[in-house]
């Protein structure tokens, strides 16, 4: 787990989010590991937003913030594997080690959940970069051959940090692998009531589960996280 970089994007608005990555997956992470890109009030320009405005505009220069910090912490460079992922996303960080074993570290990978009516990776449940890919990553947005998402039209999907981040990762030669096991919203709270061991074979099976937040709350993240820390060993 020393060898993966954790970036998550996280909201000003919803810091209970932040708070319950924080509290269950990401606890046990070293300090090092983990950075949390949240854009500062500075970033929203000082305007009087109303509640959707302010976590729209929020959201928008988060994604920027994940680029930024790709750049500007030079730790991430000596980490096999750097993986990019929301703050309502809950990690199985025990697969997670055991599943990129099956990768190598030194090949130009972007792995993800691959949306083929977007061409694009669906963001939320985890992009993972493997070094070489991060390392082409860094140096293309350092010498401006590789933009930052526009925070101005990140509402259009194509200019979402996921598909801008796709998009690029093709045209300099990384290679997309689709896989699975990073799952977008297929765990919602209508599942709670279902049998407990088939919450467990979920999770299990699982190397991020994506949605597990709403506006108010992230009840699912923490039930999730309490099943999971009782599961033996894959």
């Known amino acids: 787990l020393r060898d993966i970089g954790f970036v998550v994007m996280a909201s000003l608005e919803l810091a209970f989010r932040t708070e319950a990555v924080l509290e269950t997956w ?3 992470l070293e300090r090092d590991n983990l950075i949390l890109a949240t854009a500062d009030a500075g970033e929203l320009g000082g305007r009087r937003l109303s509640a959707n405005a302010t976590y729209a505009a929020g959201y928008a220069a988060a994604q920027s913030r994940q680029f930024i910090e ?11 594997w750097v993986v990019l ?8 960080t025990r697969h997670l080690v055991h599943w990129l074993s099956r990768f190598p570290s030194a090949a130009p990978l972007l792995v993800g959940r691959v949306l083929l009516q977007f061409s694009c990776v669906w963001g939320g449940c985890g992009m993972v970069l493997s070094q070489s890919a991060f390392l082409i990553l860094v140096s293309a947005l350092r010498n401006g051959r590789m933009p930052l998402p526009s925070n101005r ?5 194509r200019e979402r940090n996921d ?6 990762a093709i045209r300099l030669g990384i290679r997309i692998v689709h896989s699975n096991l990073l799952r977008g919203s297929e765990l919602t709270s209508s599942n709670l009531g279902t049998s407990e061991a088939t919450m ?3 999770i ?13 709350s992230c009840r699912l993240m923490r039930q999730v996280d309490a099943l999971g820390s009782t599961l033996p060993p894959e």
Request: charged residues 30%; proline residues 0%; glycine residues 2%.
């Open 26 to 28: 990401a606890r046990h």
């Open 70 to 80: 790709m750049l500007k912490n030079t730790r991430l460079k000596a980490k096999r």
């Open 85 to 92: 992922v929301d703050d309502d996303t809950w990690v199985n």
């Open 153 to 157: 039209t990140a509402a259009i999907s």
């Open 163 to 168: 598909c801008h981040l796709a998009r690029w």
């Open 200 to 202: 467990a074979a979920a």
């Open 204 to 216: 299990l099976g699982s190397v991020t589960l994506h949605k597990l937040c709403d506006e108010r």
